[in-house]
T-cell receptor, first 112, second 113 residues
Framework: NAGVTQTPKFRVLKTGQSMTLLCAQD?????MYWYRQDPGMGLRLIHY???????AKGEVPDGYNVSRLKKQNFLLGLESAAPSQTSVYFC???????????FGQGTRLTVV | QQQVKQSPQSLIVQKGGISIINCAYE??????FPWYQQFPGKGPALLIA?????SEKKEGRFTISFNKSAKQFSLHIMDSQPGDSATYFC????????????FGTGTRLTIIP
């Protein structure tokens, strides 16, 4: 049982480049989330989804886009990477709101 | 605007002592309050959670105390062990438009011998 899988695990981008982070879950969860973790700032919600085909903005959505075309996948896109987007990104999923959220292992992204 | 405020930012406790981490929230629509534990290089994992219909929940050495009127909740770790050294996050979520799982800023806990 893989749980929540994030790819890639590490990435270095140049300013202005684009990339997509993939999150896949095999638990048939409805809710999926993308967070970024920065020192002293905790986990800040970027975007989330309450079901296939739906997305919503979190606390820090600017510079990111997301898509949930399939229930098991939640994609996070950076169209034009900036050094301020250097962070560790975590994906999480939960069956419904108010239940345990399971996290992936994280993606460490550096923008130079 | 931070909806969940957590303190302290870091905490050092002697082995066998009690570790206490506090959180306060603003949104009265929140009805689920979990605590997550994170080890270096890993994703957070659920430790214990509480709903506002009870004032306390205990699982082994870990206890959540919840004060609905003050909009505060805290994590107590009894008989703290070196293996408890980690970063702890409180969080909160609700329903009907408040589904976002919102986290506090985290507490780095270090248990010393």
């Amino acid at each position: 049982n893989a749980g929540v899988t994030q790819t890639p695990k590490f990435r270095v981008l140049k300013t202005g480049q684009s990339m997509t982070l993939l999150c896949a879950q095999d638990m048939n969860h409805e809710y999926m989330y993308w967070y970024r973790q920065d020192p002293g700032m905790g986990l800040r919600l970027i975007h989330y989804s309450v079901g296939e085909g739906t997305t919503a903005k979190g606390e820090v959505p600017d510079g990111y886009n997301v898509s949930r075309l399939k229930k098991q996948n939640f994609l996070l896109g950076l169209e034009s990477a900036a050094p301020s987007q250097t962070s560790v990104y975590f994906c999480a999923s939960s069956y419904v709101v108010g239940t345990e959220a399971f996290f992936g292992q994280g993606t460490r992204l550096t923008v130079v | 605007q931070q909806q969940v405020k957590q303190s302290p930012q870091s905490l050092i406790v002697q082995k066998g002592g009690i570790s206490i981490i506090n959180c306060a929230y603003e949104n009265t629509a929140f009805d689920y309050f979990p605590w997550y534990q994170q080890f270096p290089g890993k994703g957070p994992a659920l430790l214990i959670a509480i709903r506002p219909d009870v004032s306390e929940k205990k699982e082994g050495r870990f206890t959540i105390s919840f004060n609905k009127s003050a909009k505060q909740f805290s994590l107590h770790i009894m008989d703290s062990q070196p293996g408890d050294s980690a970063t702890y996050f409180c969080a909160a979520s609700g329903s009907f438009g408040n589904e976002k799982l919102t986290f506090g800023t985290g507490t780095r806990l270090t248990i010393i011998p």
